[in-house]
């Protein structure tokens, strides 16, 4: 993508001007003759998201009616409508995030389409590498949660950590199959059922220099979750290859963080498993050994996600930092209060809640903050263990996820939990259906903020 926005030097190029709808009237009455025909022969009345392709001399412009020039999709829409070819803005830019993003396809399965590039050029030549940054990590996330679980089991996600820790220089040492037994337990008995070639994993990166603070991403990676012997229906199994979109995310956030060369000391890990089904599978009722020394009741095979990450949570702890980020795929239930497009946040520091909301806010990528709600800790009292893993009832089961999480990271320590869908069920400009990266731009600006 590293072609599609480029420094404007005066080079041929289409100009397109931008509009908002409440300015149409008067802009036409401005136009000649041929260019108010031309724009009524193609039915332009300046509807936002509308365009239309004019006469300009011998050559044509365009002319496209926006009411978000802010949005960092204001473009996305021409990227994917208008011709191939090159394109500068007249007056100011928007951000070019969702043009560059507008080009995304994914083709591993299938023939690519044919349809050549649009270029767009820009004067503001400090907001291209930061751009092309995102747009690249933003369709990390994108390739991994789209690719079939038949092609992305927990050794594809450590390639993926293998190729990252490669490009930047850092440390990855990965945790596999029955050494796990001991030192990372909920992680071995979530993943003991996949096939040999597909044994569960932890995988841990290492950047950045020892003085600086220590920050930890944790992401969730159940390559492919059949809800265990509590089996999901066919439908519910439908998109569990998405069930690593929050470890799609951290690799991203990660890949991000060592572009920007932040000064922090990174410390990503993966807990990597496929929730399988065989005749060694945990069982509902067994009693899980934590690597913290905490017991769980396993009330719901279903409910493995957050098994997993409590003992890389815990693992990040030992690292001491001043703050760990995760992202899950976790529950059905925050999508049901806050749908597909808006993750809930928790978190245990209302500073970082604050500083996180900010930037979602500053970046059009939106997060909702959810409470940590004491009151609801009882339900994840057990009658034989530490706790349980899923209460009954099924009331408020985001939170109740969230606060089982929080039972593995020290009220010192700063700490939030992403609960993201990673899938978008219908496509919006540069945005098409499939999977997808939320509350990634909102995560890296706060670190920017807190650590360039």
């Known amino acids: 993508m ?21 300015e149409f009237d008067a802009w036409l009455t401005k136009q000649p003759a041929p260019t108010r025909a031309a724009a009524a022969g193609q ?17 044509w412009q365009v002319v496209a009616a926006i009411d978000e020039p802010a949005s960092p999709w204001a473009l996305a829409r021409l990227a994917e409508s208008l011709p191939p070819g090159t394109y500068r803005i007249n007056g100011d830019h928007p951000p070019a995030l969702g043009w560059v993003l507008a080009h995304y396809r994914f083709d591993r399965y299938r023939k690519a389409e044919g349809n050549g590039p649009r270029i767009l050029l820009t004067h503001d030549v400090a907001t291209i590498a930061p751009t092309l940054a995102m747009a690249a990590a933003t369709c990390t996330v994108r390739d991994l949660v789209n690719t079939g679980a038949g092609d992305m089991g927990p050794a594809d996600l450590e390639a993926a950590a293998q190729a990252l820790a490669t490009r930047h220089q850092a440390l990855l040492t990965v945790t596999r199959g029955d050494a796990l037994a001991t030192g990372f337990p909920m992680i071995h008995t979530v993943g003991l059922a996949a096939a040999k070639d597909r044994h569960p994993r932890l995988i841990e990166l290492e950047w950045g220099a020892p003085d600086h603070p220590c920050i930890a991403i944790v992401g969730k990676g159940v390559t492919f979750d059949t809800g265990g012997l509590d089996i999901k229906p066919s439908s519910g199994m439908r998109l569990m290859k998405k069930d690593m979109g929050g470890a799609a995310h951290a690799l991203a956030l990660a890949q991000l963080v060592m572009a920007a060369k932040l000064s922090v000391r990174l410390h990503l890990l993966i807990p990597a498993v496929e929730n399988a089904i065989a005749g ?18 396993n009330a719901n095979t279903d409910a493995e996600g957050r098994l997993i990450l409590g003992d890389a949570l815990t693992r990040a702890v030992e690292g001491r930092p001043e703050l760990i980020l995760d992202f899950a795929t976790l529950t059905g239930a925050a999508r049901v ?5 808006l993750p809930p ?30 009151g609801y800790d009882d ?11 899923a209460p009954d ?9 969230a606060l089982f999480l929080r039972r593995f990271v020290p009220a010192e320590i700063a700490w939030a939990h992403l609960d993201v869908f990673a899938w978008r069920p219908a496509a919006k400009p540069g945005r098409p259906k499939g999977g997808d990266a939320f509350g990634l731009r909102a995560a890296f600006a706060m670190l920017q903020a807190r650590y360039a």
């Open 280 to 297: 060694n599978a945990f069982r509902p009722g067994d009693v899980l050994r934590t690597r913290k020394g905490l017991t769980v009741e």
């Open 393 to 401: 009832g099924g009331f408020a089961g985001a939170i109740t996820a």
């Open 345 to 374: 946040l928790f978190a245990n520091d209302d500073r970082l809640a604050a500083d996180l909301l900010a930037a979602a806010d500053a970046q059009s990528d939106p997060l909702w903050r959810m409470p940590l709600w004491d």
């Open 379 to 389: 339900m994840l009292k057990s009658d034989v263990a530490d706790l349980v893993n």
């Open 2 to 22: 590293t072609d599609l926005l480029q420094p404007d030097r005066g080079q041929p190029a289409h100009a397109i001007t931008l509009i908002a709808p409440p």
């Open 43 to 59: 039915r332009f009345t300046g509807k936002a998201g509308s365009h239309a392709i004019l006469p300009d001399g011998d050559d």
């Open 337 to 341: 209060a806050l749908g597909p497009d």
